[in-house]
């Protein structure tokens, strides 16, 4: 009989203890526990934060408006967002304008000179004699065209007709001797038109010079019709 009731105490204890676990499970499953309507003891979760804010108004998304679901999940971290201007359309430069290297002087090629030479347009400064002519970066040796030294006879005359062709500060071309550019003095040798005519030709038209026939095949104008006229 006492071991009978020994048993009979031995299972009651048993099922208190299963009753107790039993009430506790249910406690934490269906009680305040499970819906975080109040605090954890291990401060692992706290009154209301899975949105049942009618037993927690104190929590502080509940406070805000933004009550937090069980199911959802807080990341480690937050990345930035980075926002990017769209890219801005790229038009091509406008392309700049083509400004031609000015050779010495002013060019007039297509209209008074031949050859590969220079071709200057510029105002005369100076007339030394018929056949030598200053302008303001060159000393200019007419091209087969020789007319009296200062010593010899027609020289005034030579001189005064170029100037009277050619008057100071007026304009005139030089067409450069392609095959005799320049001679020893370094005086630029050329071909010079001015008041339209070319005064190589008008000295020797009109009595006051006489060609170089020695320049006739080192010259580029030896093939033109005055210097043929008058011996190349």
Not at 153 to 161: I, L, Q
Request: proline share 5%; aromatic share 8%.
């Amino acid at each position: 009989m006492k071991e009978y009731i020994f048993l009979l105490s031995i299972i009651a204890l048993v099922g208190s203890v299963l009753i107790l676990s039993e009430q506790d499970s249910f406690g934490h499953s269906d009680g305040c526990h499970r819906w975080h309507s109040c605090p954890s003891d291990s401060g692992s979760y706290t009154c209301g934060d899975t949105g049942h804010c009618s037993q927690c108004p104190d929590n502080n998304y509940c406070k805000a408006g933004q009550p937090r679901s069980s199911y959802e999940s807080k990341p480690a971290y937050s990345v930035p967002t980075k926002s990017y201007e769209p890219a801005k359309k790229i038009t091509p430069a406008e392309k700049p304008k083509t400004v031609e290297k000015p050779k010495v002087g002013n060019t007039n090629k297509a209209n008074a000179c031949s050859g590969t030479g220079l071709c200057i347009t510029d105002r005369v400064m100076k007339i030394v004699d018929g056949d030598t002519i200053y302008i303001k970066n060159y000393k200019i040796r007419l091209s087969l065209t020789n007319t009296p030294e200062k010593s010899q006879a027609g020289f005034n005359e030579a001189k005064s007709f170029t100037t009277k062709l050619c008057p100071i500060r007026s304009t005139i071309t030089v067409d450069q001797d392609d095959k005799q550019p320049y001679d020893a003095y370094k005086r630029l040798v050329g071909k010079v038109t001015c008041s339209g005519k070319v005064l190589n030709s008008e000295l020797l038209e009109n009595g006051h010079a006489s060609i170089l026939t020695q320049y006739c095949k080192k010259s580029e104008f030896a093939s033109e019709s005055w210097a043929k006229k008058f011996g190349c």
